[in-house]
């Protein structure tokens, strides 16, 4: 009875999420992207707006629904997830940066669709970098409290800490990318500048509502 009348973790808190993958145009009917499912990103918007939070969900391509009370903007190529970030940050309290984001986009982009060659030979791709979305963010005068994420491919314990301090945010979350992408469990290591710690292998809308508990106390404290 007396926790119903609790205010809820996030009640009155505003946070801004990127979820899924990036698409990067080739030409009209062609692109990169990666093995993102948005499956983590999404669940952490439907955590956090199940503890009161007033939530926006800035994604690129997946299969998902926008989870309940949850405002999507949707995206295709990282310089529109910027924009769309960006045109949303103002007032927010705490930017989860959980998209994989292409690193690179392709300069040379076709704006006709790219025949076969007669004698065989491949068409040449030239790439720029993309914007750094979380770490634009991290570096607004008046930023919220940001959060990113990392999947690598090993030495996670090393490679999340020195890029928590690169990003210049409070808190990383790591995870294994082969060992999440597209998979409904996962699991977490957080590093922030106390050191790091393990949320152990469970599912990933369980493990949301846990991040949203790391989330909202270190927040408070900031
Ligand atoms: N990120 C972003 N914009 C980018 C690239 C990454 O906002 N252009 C965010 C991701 O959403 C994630 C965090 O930055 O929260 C870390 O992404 P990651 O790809 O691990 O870091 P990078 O700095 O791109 O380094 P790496 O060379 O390891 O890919
Ligand atoms: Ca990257």
């Not at 007396?2 to 808190?13: D, E, H, M, R, T």
């Not at 959980?98 to 065989?120: F, H, I, M, P, Y």
């Not at 409070?170 to 996962?186: A, S, W």
Request: proline share 5%.
């Amino acid at each position: 009875i007396i926790a119903a009348f609790q205010p809820k973790l996030l009640s009155g808190k505003r946070v801004l999420l990127t979820a899924g993958p990036t698409f990067e145009p080739i030409d009209p009917v062609r692109g990169i992207t990666n093995l993102s499912s948005g499956k983590m990103g999404y669940a952490l918007a439907r955590a956090a707006r199940e503890a009161g939070a007033a939530v926006v969900l800035v994604s690129g391509p997946t299969a998902l629904a926008a989870p309940y009370g949850v405002r999507r903007v949707d995206v295709q190529t990282a310089q529109q997830m910027r924009d769309a970030v960006l045109a949303n940050v103002a007032g927010q309290d705490v930017f989860v940066a959980v998209a994989a984001v292409a690193d690179w986009r392709v300069a040379n982009v076709s704006t006709q669709k790219l025949k076969k060659d007669e004698d065989g030979k491949a068409p040449l791709l030239e790439f720029e970098q993309n914007p750094d979305i979380l770490a634009e963010v991290a570096a607004l005068p008046v930023r919220p409290y940001c959060v990113g994420f990392a999947a690598e491919s090993e030495n996670l314990e090393q490679y999340g800490a020195a890029k928590r301090v690169r990003k210049n945010i409070p808190l990383l979350v790591g995870n294994i990318g082969h060992q999440t992408f597209g998979r409904d469990d996962n699991a977490l290591m957080l590093f922030d500048a106390q050191g790091h710690s393990d949320l152990p292998r469970a599912d990933k809308q369980t493990l949301a509502r846990q991040l949203v508990r790391e989330i909202a106390r270190r927040m408070l404290q900031h």
